[in-house]
């Protein structure tokens, strides 16, 4: 039986006032501030999801000894809502991030959240806040769904009783200063994910192992961190917490291919869709990081750029490591920023949605 989500608000609960959520819509940065509802449901072994609900956002009450405090299977997601010009909001592709969504759970043991529920939660909360939904240029309601192990159990096993839960914020621009190329940092010393890991999971643990190469390419002046694969350290299989493109002067548009050690991402698979029809050719096969030495100084790759739900499209200006220093010519370039500017008239209702991805909520 499908899930539904009934506002619950009997509690005394502090709704931000439009003059405060307007301040927040002048300069919203990304994932600081938070709307004033959140949506929960939870899943126990035998009875399965139930008790879905939209309520006041707020702590959780978790014990101390919560599988998930120790044990980290927990899975997320990210995506968006966006209002168009005419005061409507749309979410932009929630079917694909259901999918994946599943995918984690499968993968990290969690019980698979049915895509009908999924989009529903999503919907719910978009509804209970729609104030929330900036509509500046780049700006969107970012939404948060994630599932965690909530049973008090030091076992190691996989949880009889799990929470779901949703939060959204409004958001602008993900790197300060908005659109402009980022010089990548290549890690030599760390591997994001292996061959029969998590890497294609979508859990806060890929991430978490992430963060002191993220620091090593801080401290090195860079934005983002590439890592390669974790068997010979050849091949390049995506950023900290975007995949990758190149592409090439005579018009392919090259991504890692999916290997069971790469996110699969919703934003890459939306480009190589519409590659065609800004004349590049699409290929998803394996991108060796000597390839992009040679390509990036012979000029055989003309553009490099990472994506992702955050970001969207963020063009490339360098890639530098204890060895290299490759300056990629002419950052942005033109594809990437036809591709950037594609999707966000997509998303944004400026351009026709022939491929069907949007849907509307308000």
Not at 156 to 175: E, K, M, W
Not at 301 to 315: K, N, R, Y
Not at 329 to 349: F, K, N, V
Request: charged letters at 25%.
């Amino acid at each position: 039986m499908a899930l539904t989500f009934d506002t619950v608000d009997h509690q005394p609960h502090h709704h931000a006032s439009d003059a405060d959520i307007a301040a927040v819509h002048a300069n919203p940065g990304f994932g600081t501030y938070f709307t004033d509802h959140m949506v929960v449901a939870d899943w126990t072994d035998g009875d399965g999801w139930h008790d879905g609900r939209v309520q006041p956002y707020g702590p959780f009450q978790i014990d101390p000894a919560s599988a998930v405090l120790h044990y980290a299977q927990e899975i997320f997601e990210g995506l968006k809502a966006y209002r168009h010009e005419d005061g409507s909001v749309w979410l932009f592709r929630p079917e694909k991030n259901a999918e994946r969504f599943a995918r984690s759970a499968r993968r990290l043991a969690l019980p698979e959240l049915p895509t009908e529920d999924f989009v529903a939660s999503i919907e719910a909360l978009v509804r209970a806040d729609p104030r929330w939904v900036p509509g500046g240029p780049d700006q969107s309601l970012y939404l948060r769904p994630f599932m965690i192990a909530n049973e008090n159990f030091l076992g190691v096993r996989p949880a009889h009783r799990v929470l779901y839960a949703v939060i959204a914020s409004p958001v602008g621009a993900y790197f300060t200063g908005g659109v402009r190329p980022v010089d990548i940092w290549i890690s030599t010393d760390f591997t994001r994910a292996a061959p029969g890991g998590t890497g294609a999971a979508k859990c806060g643990g890929n991430y978490a192992a992430s963060l002191l190469p993220q620091q090593q390419a801080y401290d090195q002046g860079c934005s983002q961190v590439l890592f390669l694969d974790g068997r010979e350290q050849r091949w390049i299989e995506e950023l900290g917490g975007m995949n990758m493109f190149v592409v090439t002067s005579d018009g392919r548009l090259v991504t890692p291919e999916l290997s069971g050690s790469i996110l699969e991402g919703v934003t890459r698979d939306s480009i190589l869709q519409v590659a065609r029809e800004l004349g590049l050719e699409p290929e998803e096969r394996r991108l060796s990081i000597d390839e992009l030495r040679e390509g990036v100084s012979s000029g055989r790759i003309a553009e490099v750029f990472a994506c992702g739900t955050a970001a969207v499209v963020t063009p490339i200006n360098r890639f530098r490591s204890t060895t290299d220093d490759l300056q990629v010519p002419g950052a942005p370039g033109r594809y990437t920023m036809e591709i950037r500017q594609q999707l966000l008239d997509i998303q944004s209702g400026r351009r026709d949605d022939s491929h069907g991805w949007m849907r509307r909520v308000l």
